[in-house]
């Protein structure tokens, strides 16, 4: 069965440069998230889509931005990035109708030297 | 805070023995899901119980939900040392908790 596709899997960037992290859903899921996993921490949501529209916002910070397609992928964009924006980046998508289970990408790991 | 917390931190068992984990909340949900998590990988999602039931099985894991006490339980019977790994539960809010992490000695 298809799975949520992340790209890329890794990414080095340097401070203050910028990264851009893809997430394509499940077909026929209309419902993206994204979430941030520190080292040794609990996943933290930064933001979710529905139907290309934000739907819900969470710890994503203002040097962080994120867009749904109209093809339903996602694209996380990230801009001055500092050393401690090295994590994990889980994507997950859902279908709205059901029961809003989350399905998670294998994540991309973001190291920020 | 919407954070769903999750105790023991910790917890270390033998082969064989049972797992119980504990995850609390503090508004109200749709459901809760319980995910599981390997160093370093992704999270992988185990089960998920919606706010009208009680109690779910799946294999060798039992979840219950107290949705008076804002409380859910996770328990792995027959632990496997495959099972080591982090466990969180999730709230319909998309907020984790800090998870439990498992440690199966053979």
């Known amino acids: 069965a298809a799975g949520v596709i992340q790209s890329p899997r890794h990414l080095i960037k340097e401070k203050r440069e910028t990264a851009t992290l893809k997430c394509y859903p499940i077909p026929r899921h209309d419902t993206v998230y994204w979430y941030q996993q520190g080292p040794g921490q609990d996943p933290q949501f930064l933001i979710s889509f529905y139907e290309k529209m934000q739907s819900d916002k969470g710890s994503i910070p203002d040097r962080f931005s994120a867009q749904q397609f109209s093809d339903y992928h996602s694209e996380l964009n990230m801009s001055s990035l500092e050393l401690g924006d090295s994590a994990l980046y889980f994507c997950?998508?859902?279908?709205?109708?059901?029961?809003?289970?989350?399905?998670f990408g294998p994540g991309t790991r973001l190291t920020v030297l | 805070s919407q954070q769903g917390e999750e105790d023991p931190q910790a917890l270390s068992i033998q082969e064989g023995e049972n797992a119980t984990m504990n995850c609390s909340y503090k508004t109200s949900i749709n459901n809760l899901q319980w995910y599981r998590q390997n160093s370093g990988r992704g999270l992988v999602h185990l089960i998920l119980?919606?706010?009208?039931?009680r109690e779910k099985h799946s294999g060798r894991l039992r979840v219950t939900l107290d949705t008076s006490k804002k409380s859910s339980s996770l328990l792995i019977t027959a632990s496997r040392a495959a099972d080591t790994a982090s466990y969180f539960c999730a709230t319909s809010k998309s907020t984790f908790g800090d998870g439990t992490t498992l440690t199966v000695k053979p």
């Open positions: 997950a998508s859902s279908p709205v109708v059901g029961n809003n289970e989350q399905f």
């Open positions: 119980i919606r706010s009208n039931e």
